[in-house]
């Protein structure tokens, strides 16, 4: 799970092809779709299993955007993770969603892909703002209560 809660690769291993799905996107910014179990923490996940499984030779297929090279993937998650650490930090300080958001936390990554739009960047932040807080799981495409 990153993108959503049933991510699928297909790996065409004579070809040294990998669909990768949509957990990377170099078409606006990630997004996680966690209504249907995906996280950004999975996305980590799933950057670190196509550094593995690929070698520097194979063509990466997202799901949006144009085809990549694993060597790709390691500014893509820099990126995932310096922005986790920025919003974590915020949140920690007890910064609301809107004061982060105008933090324009992704200006040092505006550029670096098509398509970023500001609703592209809203959600992005959004989504990193809620994971950060440790929203709880996502069952059935609901998110579970938490147990007091």
């Known amino acids: 799970p990153s ?6 690769i297909v ?19 990630p997004f996680a779709d966690q209504s249907n179990g995906g996280s950004i923490k ?17 063509t990466l297929v997202p799901g949006h955007g144009h085809l990549i090279h694993k060597q790709e993937l390691q500014p893509y ?9 920025k919003v974590k930090t915020m949140r920690d300080q007890g910064k609301s969603l809107q004061e982060v958001l105008a933090a324009n936390l992704t ?3 505006d550029g670096t892909t098509d398509g970023d739009t500001q609703q592209s960047k809203d959600r992005f932040i959004t989504e990193v703002y809620d994971e950060v807080n440790g929203l709880p799981p996502v069952v059935d495409g609901k998110r579970a ?3 007091h």
């Open 42 to 58: 999975g996305m980590l996940e799933a950057i670190d299993l196509f550094t593995k499984l690929a070698d520097d030779k194979t």
């Open 11 to 29: 790996r065409f291993r004579k070809a040294n092809v990998i669909y990768i799905e949509d957990f990377y996107r170099n078409f606006g910014y």
């Open 77 to 85: 998650r820099a990126m995932l993770v310096a922005v986790m650490a």
């Open 3 to 8: 993108h959503t809660a049933g991510d699928t």
């Open 145 to 147: 209560m938490p147990r």
């Open 107 to 109: 200006k040092p990554y």
